[in-house]
């Protein structure tokens, strides 16, 4: 019976938690409901990779999908999974931007996820991932615009046999309006955390959700995060993530990819074979934080 227990005690734990929003709530966004189609369908084919993967899922759609329900849900599980668990975020609606009150430059943005009743800032999606315990691996799949310029093109056509998708981004005008109209609140949520997290937050990671490029300041506190995370985001920050019918672009291709399960490559060659299946106008990123390279060369989803 002790061994039993002892097996039992041993085996890796999967928690996942998957985020998806067609829409978002006028009152949070200066009027703006940000209508998509396709976000409830990604968050629902992650939790069905989840569940195939043997972990227990929360999948959080539209409504359900407020800032107060997505971090009780990762403090939930940050307080059950110990070193070799796995815990798997997905997210898939808007990416926005608030302007970064706790940094070095005036003109620096803050990439946000657009929730139902406001934005996830960057720097709080750090520090709730900096809580999870040593040797815990994280996966992060965001299906968004983060964007570090305040300008954008058009989103482009993929081809000649689909139409071009919706944009995820968050339109500069949207975004400006609800910074100002709930200032107060953004300007706190962000001092809030650079106190909770001390010097780290201070260094302010650059872009968390986007992981774009290494900043040295980055680079610096990965050097303290105990879980070993992957992130692998829809798009670079001069692009856009498309919508689509079914699926968002990004997401449609990784489940191409990964074949209901017949995949059997690495988390590296995954992102690569994701990033060839879509056009040079929207390119994956895949970014790393704390120990991760061994967790880069294990099977996607293996818990």
């Not at 139409?163 to 962000?190: I, N």
């Amino acid at each position: 019976m002790a061994k039993t227990t002892s097996s039992s005690s041993s085996t890796p734990k999967g928690l996942s938690l998957h985020i998806g929003l067609n829409a978002v709530s006028p009152a949070a966004y200066g009027g703006w409901s940000g209508e998509l189609a396709a976000c409830e369908f990604d968050a629902k084919d992650m939790a069905a990779i989840a569940k195939s993967r043997g972990m227990k899922s929360t999948v959080l759609l539209t409504k359900q999908g407020t800032r107060a329900k997505m971090l009780a849900a990762m403090r939930k599980a940050a307080k059950q999974l110990k070193k070799g668990d796995l815990f798997f975020l997905t997210y898939s609606g808007h990416g926005g931007q608030v302007p970064d009150v706790t940094g070095e430059e005036a003109d620096k943005k803050d990439e946000t996820w657009c929730l139902y009743d406001g934005q996830l800032i960057d720097d709080e999606l750090y520090f709730e991932l900096s809580r999870f315990a040593s040797g815990v691996r994280i996966l992060v799949l965001s299906d968004s615009c983060h964007s570090g310029t305040v300008t954008r093109a058009t989103p482009p056509q993929f081809d000649g046999t689909r139409p071009a998708g919706r944009s995820k981004m968050m339109p500069f005008s949207v975004g400006l309006r609800t910074y100002r109209e709930h200032q107060t609140f953004y300007d706190k949520l962000q001092q809030d955390v650079a106190k909770a997290a001390g010097k780290a937050a201070a260094a302010d990671p650059d872009s968390m959700l986007a992981q774009l490029a290494v900043s040295p300041r980055l680079t610096a506190i990965a050097k303290q995060f105990k879980p070993s995370v992957i992130l692998i985001s829809g798009c670079q920050d001069n692009q856009t993530s498309l919508d689509g019918e079914q699926n968002g672009a990004f997401t449609e291709q990784l489940l191409k990819v990964w074949n209901h399960g017949n995949y059997n490559g690495n988390y590296a060659k995954f992102h690569a074979a994701i990033k060839a299946g879509l056009p040079a106008s929207q390119t994956p990123n895949l970014f790393t934080l704390g120990a991760a390279a061994r967790f880069v060369r294990q099977r996607p989803f293996n818990v």
